[in-house]
Every structure is written in C-alpha cells, then in structure tokens.
C-alpha cells in the first residue's frame, strides 16, 4: 500500500485552511464562480507542481496569492469557454434587498473593468495593500498602480454611479 | 471611501465557493505537469548532446583540435579509429593543423569523387582547390604538414603548410592533357613522393621525375631515361625508381630493377630484385621503407595474374618474402613506416590494411565510398585514436547514433506533450 506523500499532504493542508480566502479574491478577479474556481485550480495547480521549492521558501500563501493575480491578469487562458455571467448572473433567487442590488450593481460594474484594473482594486480595496504591494504583486511599476486605480474608480463612478459614494469623491481639477 | 468599497466588495466575495477535490485536483494536475516538465527537460537534454555532438569535431567524442603552431617541426601523432559522418564539411582551412590523411571518396557509389584531408581524431576538410579533369592526385608529407596539389589543369602546383598556412606555388606546371600550355605535365592517377626531410616532393611527370623544392622554389627535372617508374626515397638525397628488366618488351618484361638515383653525387645503381616480380609495373606498385633499406611491391592484379605484396632488400635485390592474404586495390599508394598498409577491399568496401595484424587501419563510415586514403608516414606509425567509445565499432547505430539521438529526443519532446495534453484534458473534464 502506498503512504501518502508528505507534499500532497502538506498541500491539502494548506488548501483546506486558505482556499475559502483564496476563493473569494478568485471570485473578485473573475466576476463568476465558475470562472474562480478554474482560476482558483489553476493558480493551485502551478503551485502544486513545485510545491517542494514554494513551502521551502516559506510560508506559501504569497506565493500562491502572486500566482493568483497574474494568472487573472495576464497568464491564464480558460481551456473551456464558458458562460460569462457578470451582470446578469445569478444571486440565489433571494428577493432584490437594496443590498442586493447594491452587490448586483458593483459586479455588472466591475465585469466592465479590465483584469488588470479588477486586480488593482481588489489589492488595494479588498485586500487592503499599500501601492507598493499592490505593484510588488502584480511585478508593475507603482504608478501603474495609482493610474490604474485612477482610472478603475473613474470607471466605476459612470458604471455605477449609485454607488458612487462608495468609491469616494470625484479628484479636483488642478488648475495650471 | 476605502472602507465602504472594501464592505461592498467583501460583501460581494461571499458568493464565492470552493469546488470539492480542489486540493487533489490540483495536486494530481501540478505532478503531471512537473512530470511532463521534467519529460520535456530530458527531451531538451538530449537534443541538446545532439547539437553539441554536431558541432564538435569528432565522432561525438570531445577530441580537442589539433593545435595548428606547436613549433615548427610539429607533425601528426597518429590515425584516427574511424572516419565519421560530418552533416557539414568545411572547406579545407588555412592553418588546420597537420592531418593524418588524404581520403578520396563520393557519396554515393559511381558519383564524381572528392578529395578530403582527414585529421587524426577522423574530422574531414574538403580539398576545394583540387583539379579533378585529369584524375590527379593530391600528395601528403610523411609528417602531415604539407599537402601538394595541382591547383587547376594549368596549374600552378601548390604546396600548403597546414601549420603556418604558406602555400608556395610552383608556376610552369599542368596537368597530362597535350593541350597543355604548362611545361612540365604531371601523370594523372601518379603518386607524388616526398623526401624524408620534407624539402623535397618527386612528381611524375612527362619524360621524368620533377622534384620541387618548397625551401627555395627550386625546381629540377630528372630525365627519365632507363630508370623508370620515381618510387620513393632512400635518404633526403636518394631517389629510388623501378624499372622494367633488361630485354624488356611491349609488356613482356624478365625482371624488375630498383635503380637508386644520388642526388649530390648524381651517380646511378641499381639492383635486380630477384624472384617473382610482376612483368608489368603499376606507377602505385613500389613503396620503400621508411627506413630505406626494403621495398615493396604491390600488385592488384590488373596487369597479370600476381596479386598481394612482394618484399626486397633495397641493398642486395634479395627476396625477403610475399604476403598475398589481402586482395590489394589500386590505385592507391602504400605506406610504410613503422609497419606497411596497403590499399585493399574487404568485403565490398576500399579500405587501408594494416600487413602486420591484416585489419583495417581505420573504419569508414558506409555513408561514404572511399577510393583511396593516401597517409601521411607519421600518422601509420603513431596510436590510432578520435573513435573514443565507439573505437572502431562499424555497427550502423556507431555511425548514426547521433541521428538515432535527436530522433528519440524528438519522440520523447512529442509523447511528453500528448501526455500533458490528455491529462489536462482528462482532469479538466473531471472538474
């Protein structure tokens, strides 16, 4: 009988504690479940095939977060094509609260982000990353980051501007 | 502003779920994409030896160059065990070193053949300036360093140091045709003969023997008269000629003489060689010794009935022996230095046979007919070598192994990739 490896262990492990976390950055990233939970693979799937090497680095969930975002920006290509839900996806069938359409609202607006801008905010609003994170993370240079956020909460203002007391208040021209 | 995005966004991540099985999923799909990557490593390895061993030198085996300028009386060290398929062969560069060899072959069997030099760890150079309208032959110096050529029907007769890259030119001398301009005509399918020092190179040529001198450019011919056929050398002075016996006819002839011409003193003697001699005389039947004192004869049989090789003393003319266990193959010029190769056939394939032990002094690759190897003395006499683990292995896989190599490079690269494409495929539709 076969003993089970030390490093699938370890992996499961480390997927059982972080992969509702991780599942839930997936799903900021994408806008649908199904297109996280690929994501989600995939991003673990890279990980997994050098798993020796990232545990001996240290703790591996930066690691897998780096892999995470640039797999979703720029480095990952879906093998199926599936149904892309953004705003018309399903929200469990729950009567239209005003939260709801709040939540309804911010994911049609967000599917109309680029990956890259999704990234930004998700590192800098959700997970709550300096700018210098933010582009440590996404191996860019820091104003890329402010620019992209600039023009992600831009965006969001005319996708969505019910909320736009959310994404703070419009930047003052600044005259010459 | 920050906070209320951040609510709204962890707000909206609640819906996210995670797949059952993700961490074995995953698991499974990254050790076989490590594996695959280690596939594709292995591939990439090996293809890798393919390249290098295409561009090293030799049969694959890191044989370092010969090294062109060792000092100036540098020759070559020996004969390689095997010559070898070369996917490029260069034209014959200015200071290559000394070689080992000059080997005539084509490609294919009846095909125009080429002149290549060949060094002594088996690397080919292509001799491009060799004229091949009259089927002449190229010559090499006992120590390798000097190959001699008729450049073009018209000549000039080069002399190139392998080690310096000097080529001296020798103006006034072509080829056999009658419509030659040059003055002095050089036999086709006629040995060139150099002189132990290397000084000297004796050509056959119409009416006589031509000797050049590649120290001073000096040039001098020796009438033919009643000596016959320039053999070799004796010493740095002595040139030995066979010649017909007395009372010789229109092929019919009752011995041979070894006429020894002395340079300096420019006396003449000569000896009967006793015994059965052939009646007819090949310009390529007489090599003599390295050390001068016995010559050989070497008869393929062409001209009569006596094949394999007959061997005198110089001195005396007396009879020391007949080997005839070989089926010699002419016309190619024998060696002998330290022991005495012939050129021969064996099996279906020309080749140079080493008298001593009656093996082939080295092995040719199939892909190549070879019509002639002319060696350099110094490289008969010295280790044979270049082959390394193959040796002198004439199986197929020792001459395409490199091929064999990057074809199951190639097919591993492929099955790697089938592989990682069917378990993607299969854990992609599991989840």
């Known amino acids: ?49 050098r798993w020796g090497k990232v545990v001996a680095g240290g703790d591996p969930e930066p690691y897998v977060r780096r892999v995470l975002y640039t797999c979703a920006v720029d480095g990952w290509r879906r093998r199926r094509p599936r149904e892309v839900l953004g705003a018309t996806r399903e929200v469990g069938g729950a009567a239209f609260s005003e939260a709801s359409d709040r939540r309804l609202v911010l994911a049609a607006a967000l599917a109309r982000l680029t990956p890259r801008q999704r990234a930004v905010l998700v590192l800098r609003f959700y997970e709550d990353r300096t700018e210098v994170q933010a582009a440590a993370e996404l191996g860019c240079s820091v104003s890329t980051v402010k620019s992209q956020t600039r023009v992600a909460l831009a965006r969001l203002r005319e996708l969505a501007p019910e909320l736009a007391d959310a994404f703070g208040p419009v930047p003052l021209e600044v005259a010459p | 502003m920050s906070a209320d995005l951040h609510d709204l966004l962890d707000d909206l991540a609640s819906d996210a779920t995670v797949a059952p099985g993700l961490a074995d999923r995953a698991w499974q799909a990254g050790s076989a994409r490590a594996g695959a990557r280690r596939l594709r490593l292995a591939g990439v390895a090996a293809a890798l030896v393919g390249v290098l061993a295409l561009l090293l030198p030799s049969a694959g085996v890191a044989v370092p160059a010969l090294g062109p300028a060792r000092g100036e009386t540098a020759g070559v060290q020996g004969h390689p065990e095997r010559i070898g398929r070369q996917w490029w062969v260069r034209e014959l560069p200015d200071r290559p070193g000394p070689v080992a060899a000059l080997l005539q072959a084509s490609r294919r069997d009846g095909e125009q053949p080429d002149w290549y030099a060949v060094r002594a760890d088996g690397h080919r150079f292509h001799l491009p300036e060799v004229s091949h309208q009259t ?12 190959v001699g050529y008729l450049q073009t029907e018209e000549g000039p007769y080069v002399v190139h140091d392998l080690v310096t890259g000097e080529r001296t030119s020798f103006e006034g001398i072509g080829d056999n045709r009658e419509t030659t301009r040059a003055r002095f ?3 086709g399918q006629a040995p ?24 001073t450019g000096e040039v001098e011919l020796l009438p033919r008269g009643e000596r016959g056929l320039v053999t070799g050398w004796r010493a740095e002075d002595r040139l030995v000629w066979l010649t017909p016996g007395p009372g010789s006819g229109a092929g019919a002839v009752s011995g041979v003489r070894a006429v020894t011409t002395d340079l300096r003193s420019r006396t003449v003697a000569d000896v009967v060689l006793a015994g059965a001699a052939p009646s007819v005389l090949s310009q390529w039947a007489g090599v003599v010794s390295d050390d001068g004192r016995r010559l050989a004869v070497v008869s393929d049989g062409t001209f009569d009935s006596v094949t394999g090789v007959q061997l ?45 032990t ?68 299969k854990l992609s539709a599991r989840g």
Do not use: N
């Open chain 2, 185 to 187: 005509r050089v036999q």
């Open chain 2, 135 to 146: 089927d002449q032959y190229p010559s090499l110096s006992r120590d390798g360093r000097r």
């Open chain 2, 192 to 215: 060139a003969h150099w002189s132990p020092d290397g000084r000297r190179v004796a050509l056959t040529v119409i009416g006589g023997a031509l000797l050049l001198d590649v120290t």
């Open chain 2, 358 to 425: 009656l093996e082939p002094l080295t092995a040719v690759t199939p892909s190549l007919f070879p019509l002639c190897l002319l060696w350099a003395t110094d490289a008969v006499d010295g280790p044979a070598g270049g082959g390394g683990l193959l040796g002198s292995t004439d199986a197929w896989w020792a001459w395409w192994w490199k091929e064999v190599l990057i074809g199951a490079a190639a097919v591993l690269g492929v099955g790697a990739e089938r592989v990682r494409r069917a378990r993607a495929t």
């Open chain 2, 312 to 356: 005198f003393d110089l001195t005396s003319g007396q009879a020391l022996g007949a080997l005839t266990p070989v089926e010699v193959w002419q016309p190619c010029a024998s060696t002998w230095g330290d022991r005495l190769v012939v050129p021969a056939r064996v099996g279906q394939r020309l080749t140079t046979v080493d008298l001593g």
């Open chain 1, 1 to 49: 009988m076969r003993g089970v490896d030390p490093g699938q262990e370890g992996f499961s492990a480390f997927v059982h504690a972080r992969s509702a976390a991780l599942a839930r950055t997936a799903f900021l990233l994408t806008g649908d479940r199904h297109l996280a939970e690929d994501l989600l693979q995939e991003a673990l799937t890279r990980v997994a095939s």
